[in-house]
């Protein structure tokens, strides 16, 4: 059932420091890479959220055995046994994705190389998202689909001990594609390459050799040598950059807010949402503490600034504040003058048509947003802030139900979010620390 929820304005500002939960892009990874391989790996600070259990559950039904607890601080940690060497079972039915795009698309390719049939299927979102770009790559190595022009989900995979390596030209950068690829790439004989339009986040690439598998990447090229089978590892999860997006831009719009996200991945394909806020005038900063594995992390801090001001992210940066673009809209809606999104059409193939549902809440909230081609404009106006009476809708997208938040948050006046209840594919605690912040 979604859940309407009304968000009234802060009365304090936000202020300190605060953890986020753990980065889901590379929970995923955690959860399928150690699924693979062959051994007991142990995985800490991953994310619990929709998203991530889905990845569990559809590893656990081909086999691999999962035994993660939830911890104090919220997040799972413990092991995983991977199907290895003999590779996944039989499932002995549909493998449900949820609404996670990142299970199917990176699925696709793990299963590419085994025996077996499986159907994969997703919720109402997800059997709605584009899924021929991984089929096609997938299909040229030796994979098998049915039906064989299916754009979406549900799909019948078929996998063959024999499949090819392949140099593959995405005509989009996608991290789920190219991933999709490495991983079938690790059981073909010889080298599989990606080359994308521009460079896509880089967890596979960076995750992959703690499994024992070499990779290459340049900035547009990531390359993997099979066969190899994985071994097992250890990982450590760092905190979601995407999530913290959230808390450090209502810190940027309310007033008398300062405050910092610790243990953050700063991964720079995950962070251009910090240079955004910069280009638009907020005081934010990021310093490193370490890293986990090879992973980047740190804390990331911003200041409520009043002076904002439109900016201009270009299409070869698109990729590195693709989640963000909902939340960094509602910035440039605060900002004086126009901001522009150049090449954001991956917006329209998320959760829901983000550039659709962002331009339309917008105009509820009086701002003007367009598209024209593949660019998204923002016509900010400094002096505009939430009428009474706002009401929004989700759409069922996690980020989407977060954006609006803030906007209630930031507002003067209280706003109803219906679908609110999506937050729990990424962010479940998302409210919990906003109120945190502003004791
Ligand atoms: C993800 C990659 C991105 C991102 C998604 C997670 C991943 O999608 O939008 O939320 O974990 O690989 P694309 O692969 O479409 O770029």
């Keep these: 059932m979604s859940e309407s929820v009304v968000i009234r304005p802060l009365e304090k500002p936000l202020r300190g420091s605060i953890r986020v939960p753990g980065d889901k892009s590379i929970s995923h990874r955690a959860v399928l890479l150690s699924a693979m391989a062959e051994g007991t790996s142990q995985i800490r600070g991953v994310l619990d959220s929709d998203d991530v259990r889905s990845s569990i559950r559809v590893v656990q039904q081909l086999g691999a055995q999962v035994n993660l607890q939830i911890m104090p601080d919220g997040s799972l940690e413990g092991a995983i046994t991977g199907w290895g060497a003999k590779g996944p079972s039989q499932p002995d039915g549909p493998l449900d994705c949820g609404n996670s795009g990142t299970t199917a698309r990176l699925l696709m390719g793990i299963l590419a190389p085994w025996g077996i049939e499986a159907e994969l299927t997703g919720d109402e979102s997800l059997a709605r998202r584009p899924m021929q770009r991984v089929m096609t790559p997938l299909s040229r190595m030796g994979a098998r689909f049915s039906p064989q022009d299916a754009q979406t989900l549900p799909i019948t995979e078929r996998g063959t001990g024999r499949l090819d390596p392949i140099t593959?030209?995405?005509?989009?950068?996608?991290?789920?594609?190219?991933?999709?690829?490495?991983?079938?790439?690790?059981?073909?004989?010889?080298?599989?390459?990606?080359?994308?339009?521009?460079?896509?986040?880089?967890?596979?690439?960076?995750?992959?050799?703690?499994?024992?598998?070499e990779t290459?990447?340049?900035?547009?090229?990531?390359?993997?040598?099979?066969?190899?089978?994985?071994?097992?590892?250890?990982?450590?999860?760092?905190?979601?950059?995407?999530?913290?997006?959230?808390?450090?831009?209502?810190?940027?719009?309310?007033?008398?807010?300062?405050?910092?996200?610790?243990?953050?991945?700063l991964n720079p394909a995950r962070i251009g949402f910090l240079r955004t806020l910069e280009h638009m005038g907020v005081n934010a900063s990021r310093r490193s503490d370490g890293a986990k594995g090879k992973e980047l992390s740190g804390i990331l801090s911003v200041e409520y600034c009043d002076r904002l001001h439109g900016c201009e992210v270009p299409a070869e940066k698109i990729a590195?504040?693709?989640?963000?673009?909902?939340?960094?809209?509602?910035?440039?809606?605060?900002?004086?003058?126009?901001?522009?999104?150049?090449?954001?059409?991956?917006?329209?193939?998320?959760?829901?048509?983000?550039?659709?549902?962002?331009?339309?809440?917008l105009a509820l909230m009086g701002i003007d947003a367009w598209m024209d081609?593949?660019?998204?404009?923002?016509?900010?106006?400094?002096?505009?802030?939430?009428?009474?009476?706002?009401?929004?809708?989700?759409?069922?997208?996690?980020?989407?139900?977060?954006?609006?938040?803030?906007?209630?948050?930031?507002?003067?006046?209280?706003?109803e979010i219906q679908g609110f209840d999506a937050v729990s594919v990424s962010y479940p605690g998302f409210l919990d620390d906003i109120r945190m912040l502003a004791r």
């Design 168 to 213: 593959y030209e995405s005509p989009v950068a996608s991290a789920q594609l190219k991933t999709a690829v490495l991983l079938a790439g690790l059981s073909a004989d010889g080298e599989t390459r990606v080359i994308e339009p521009a460079p896509s986040r880089n967890h596979t690439e960076l995750m992959l050799p703690a499994f024992g598998a």
């Design 216 to 265: 290459t990447a340049a900035t547009r090229v990531a390359s993997v040598k099979g066969p190899v089978t994985l071994r097992a590892t250890d990982v450590v999860v760092p905190g979601d950059p995407s999530s913290a997006a959230f808390l450090l831009c209502a810190a940027a719009l309310c007033p008398g807010s300062a405050i910092q996200v610790e243990g953050v991945s």
């Design 320 to 361: 590195t504040v693709i989640d963000e673009v909902p939340i960094l809209a509602l910035v440039a809606a605060h900002a004086k003058g126009v901001t522009v999104f150049r090449g954001a059409d991956e917006l329209r193939v998320k959760e829901t048509d983000r550039a659709a549902a962002v331009i339309e809440g």
């Design 373 to 415: 081609g593949s660019d998204l404009f923002i016509e900010g106006d400094p002096m505009f802030s939430t009428s009474a009476g706002l009401r929004f809708d989700a759409k069922g997208d996690h980020r989407l139900a977060m954006t609006w938040a803030v906007a209630g948050l930031c507002g003067a006046n209280p706003i």
